[in-house]
């Protein structure tokens, strides 16, 4: 009788960066050898990088190996416990966050998944997607009323249907991949994904044996590409036989632009407390701005908008962060009061959107097979009884 085989992350590299466009980092990671994972937050106030923490750190506490079960019941309650702090504290609601995770287990890769932080497993020079996207443009695609192609440029394609925090229960994917020795699986938020196609990924998995250089790489092009938002990559590599203990290198990535060494000039004290105060509007505003979203009408259509109804700084008053294409009377004509300039969370906005987006976009949402529930075997009906002959009816006359 063979034994089992028994997967090892023997190596693990992450890196990550705030990109070129946000003013902080809202993704979180983790990187050891029983369990990888990445968690992309979203949520207005500095909610995001909580409500990601908060995954994480549930996942954390577990250590690895672990079953898809308990995976799954770990992100569980982490959506509990991000939905509770949301509602207690005014300054989190909305918050939510991705998770996507892996664990080496008996032979097999254990993934559960919420959102679209992606986990993809690179084997014999070929990268497969291990997960779905939580996404509009991704089930339009699954449904075949889109193709991969058009998805890219689709305007629903930042909208999420399923997130951390977003509902008091939350339906987590899992899946089970059978491992082999030399495997290397991808854990990343969508800042690479949705920056970086898949083959360029690939190309740079087949170019660098070095899994810190692969990671860096992969941030770089996403920065490259627009590094439009933060970027997370986590890599593990996976053996059979019996080795050392993991190595974790952890990395972040240089800013692309370094401030240069400046010449210091003296200011009275009453010029520097004026600057001090300029500064502390101009940044007080800044921070304001990349914080506020608003779902509002544009054009007769139903956008989200970023930013306040200011210029100041340099900033632009107000930008359009999302199109969803939904048909702004429509929506007018039922709810209006979804439809203001009140700012809001980002997690609230994009939540808000994706309910709009699917209620008037399509005229229903999407029906989204589940496996049934497995039936029990029907118990076996036993042989009737030989009939009995009816003397009565047997008798003539």
């Not at 087949?206 to 770089?220: C, F, G, I, N, P």
């Not at 980002?346 to 999407?366: I, K, S």
Request: glycine content about 8%.
């Amino acid at each position: 009788m063979s034994l089992p085989t028994v997967l090892k992350v023997v190596e693990v590299a992450t890196a990550t960066d705030i990109g070129l466009v946000r003013d902080h980092n809202e993704d979180r990671a983790l990187a050891n050898p029983g369990l990888l994972a990445v968690a992309d937050g979203m949520g207005g106030a500095q909610a995001g990088e909580v409500a990601a923490q908060i995954a994480i750190d549930h996942l954390d506490r577990l250590g690895g190996p672990e079953t898809g079960a308990s995976l799954v019941s770990a992100i569980e309650q982490a959506n509990e416990a991000i939905v509770e702090q949301s509602s207690a504290d005014p300054d989190k609601s909305g918050m939510g966050t991705t998770i996507t995770a892996i664990s080496p287990q008996d032979g097999h890769l254990r993934v559960a998944h919420v959102g679209d932080s992606r986990a993809y497993l690179w084997r014999d020079a070929e990268l497969r997607q291990l997960t779905s996207d939580h996404s509009v443009v991704a089930e339009l695609v699954r449904q075949g009323k889109i193709t991969e192609e058009e998805a890219e440029s689709h305007p629903h394609r930042n909208v999420i249907t399923r997130a951390l925090g977003a509902d008091a229960r939350v339906s987590v994917d899992s899946a089970d991949q059978v491992g082999k020795d030399g495997d290397v699986v991808l854990i990343c938020s969508d800042g690479l994904s949705a920056q970086v196609s898949d083959d360029a990924i690939a190309a740079v998995m087949a170019a660098e044996s070095d899994l810190q250089k692969a990671a860096r790489v992969l941030v770089e092009q996403a920065n490259a590409a627009g590094g439009i938002d933060n970027v997370t990559v986590v890599l593990g590599r996976i053996e059979t036989a019996e080795g050392e203990s993991a190595t974790t290198a952890t990395a972040e990535i240089p800013a692309i632009v370094e401030e240069k060494p400046k010449r210091r000039t003296r200011l009275s004290p009453v010029a520097l407390s004026v600057a001090v105060l300029l500064a502390l509007a101009i940044g007080g505003t800044a921070w304001l701005w990349s914080r506020a979203f608003t779902v509002q009408e544009q054009d007769g259509l139903v956008v989200v908008k970023r930013g306040i109804p200011l210029s100041v700084g340099g900033l632009p008053p107000q930008v359009t962060w999302q199109e969803t294409g939904v048909d702004a009377a429509a929506v007018d004509a039922v709810e209006p009061a979804s439809l203001s300039d009140s700012a809001r969370g980002r997690g609230e906005a994009v939540l808000l959107a994706t309910r709009l987006t699917w209620q008037y976009g399509f005229g229903e949402a999407p029906i989204i097979p589940t496996p049934p529930p497995a039936e029990p075997e029907p118990a076996a009906t036993p042989d009737p009884p030989p009939a009995t002959p009816n003397p009565a009816a047997a008798s003539t006359p």
